[in-house]
């Protein structure tokens, strides 16, 4: 047995700094962390042939129904990447939203590393609808075309906004019908659930969703997403493509402890609830100042708005935010789970404070 660490754990930040620029910034959740100290004794078989990875298939079967199959992940690239690759054949491509994350923040590993052609849709609200993805799901048997075999969206959206079980069994009948498959980045599933308060196999399996990235990153892990193949008829090799694209995890058993962790007693709602209500408490408090211009409905745990010239720079040494569109001063403001009231309150006093200093 190795000796024991008598050296103290150094802290090299100030946490009692706070920001609304992602929620990535937050910490792991308490109880995700007690779940991995939990899970750090004694030996586990490596590669996914651990007791927490066979309990989290059954922890997700809970969720989605039996049948699925899961394949934990590190990261949210990774995963969508695997399972877009399982969706296609070497000459398919993906309708997407040009603000989806695969197409802009993901350094082209869609069609880098997957080998996949993205057919990029401008939206207002970075919602597609069975209207928009036609404008690409067209040149079926053309020799001269990637082919459109599936679509993906995002929920919730990269502009924070929902869309509903309805609206995604709209895009799922119209693009089956059409041969394609249906992919759902998951990123912040969880904030969905708690916008749309129904259950995620509503607006995810049972709305016609073949493969899910599931996030678990921005909503209190450590790190770590799963890829839930809902019909896995529709997704082909993922055991493979997942070592192949160098995310099979050796010790397994830290991913699935934290999603265990997740989902077993609501954290994952919990968690999101609180995130997206203190977004809403920062949308109800910006509507009421003026030279604020809200630009997205605020359905999740983020806030987009249009600020003055120079505000945002004033606020950032203090708040951390990121520009969402600098050349219209539109910024992103997004809310945790560790996310406070006295956090917002103060984040709003210096915009007013900021404002009145003009």
């Known amino acids: 047995m190795a000796e024991a660490n008598t050296h103290p754990a150094q802290r090299l930040h100030d946490a009692s700094v706070r920001g609304f620029a992602s929620d990535n910034y937050s910490g792991a959740h308490p109880e995700i962390l007690a779940a991995l100290a939990a899970a750090n004794d004694g030996h586990q078989v490596s590669y996914g042939e651990d007791a927490y990875t066979e309990r989290l298939g059954e922890v997700m079967e809970e969720q989605f129904g039996t049948g699925i199959e899961i394949y934990p992940v590190f990261n949210g690239t990774g995963a969508n990447v695997l399972a877009l690759q399982s969706l296609l054949p070497r000459w398919g491509a993906v309708v997407c939203a040009s603000t989806a994350h695969i197409n802009m923040d993901e350094n082209g590993a869609p069609e880098r590393v997957g080998g996949i052609k993205l057919l990029q849709i401008p939206?207002?609200?970075?919602?597609?609808?069975?209207?928009?993805?036609?404008?690409?799901?067209?040149?079926?048997?053309?020799?001269?075309?990637?082919?459109?075999?599936?679509?993906?969206?995002?929920?919730?959206?990269?502009?924070?906004?929902?869309y509903t079980p309805d609206e995604i069994r709209a895009i799922a009948d119209h693009i089956h019908a059409k041969g394609m498959k249906l992919h759902m980045d998951g990123a912040r599933l969880a904030n969905a659930a708690a916008h749309l308060q129904v259950p995620l196999r509503e607006f995810t399996r049972d709305a016609g969703v073949d493969i899910l990235s599931f996030g678990g990153t921005k909503n209190g892990l450590l790190f770590g997403e799963v890829v839930v193949a809902l019909n896995p008829l529709a997704a082909?090799?993922?055991?493979?493509?997942?070592?192949?694209?160098?995310?099979?995890?050796?010790?397994?058993?830290?991913?699935?402890?934290?999603?265990?962790?997740?989902?077993?007693?609501?954290?994952?709602?919990?968690?999101?609830?609180?995130?997206?209500?203190?977004?809403?408490?920062?949308?109800?408090?910006?509507?009421?100042?003026?030279?604020?211009?809200?630009?997205?409905?605020?359905?999740?745990?983020g806030v987009f708005a249009i600020l003055p010239e120079g505000l945002a720079d004033r606020l950032r040494p203090e708040f951390r935010f990121y520009d969402w569109d600098q050349a219209r001063r539109e910024v992103r403001w997004m809310c945790s789970f560790d996310t406070t009231e006295e956090d917002v309150d103060a984040f709003v006093a210096a915009i007013k404070r900021e404002l009145a200093a003009r």
């Open 236 to 301: 082909h090799g993922l055991m493979f493509l997942r070592k192949m694209n160098m995310q099979l995890a050796s010790k397994m058993r830290f991913i699935s402890a934290q999603f265990i962790a997740l989902l077993e007693d609501g954290l994952w709602l919990r968690s999101a609830a609180h995130a997206n209500a203190m977004a809403s408490r920062l949308r109800a408090a910006v509507d009421q100042i003026e030279g604020i211009q809200p630009t997205q409905a605020t359905e999740s745990n």
């Open 123 to 162: 939206t207002s609200d970075g919602k597609l609808t069975p209207e928009l993805i036609d404008r690409e799901a067209w040149g079926f048997g053309d020799e001269h075309r990637a082919q459109p075999l599936a679509v993906s969206i995002t929920q919730t959206t990269e502009l924070g906004t929902c």
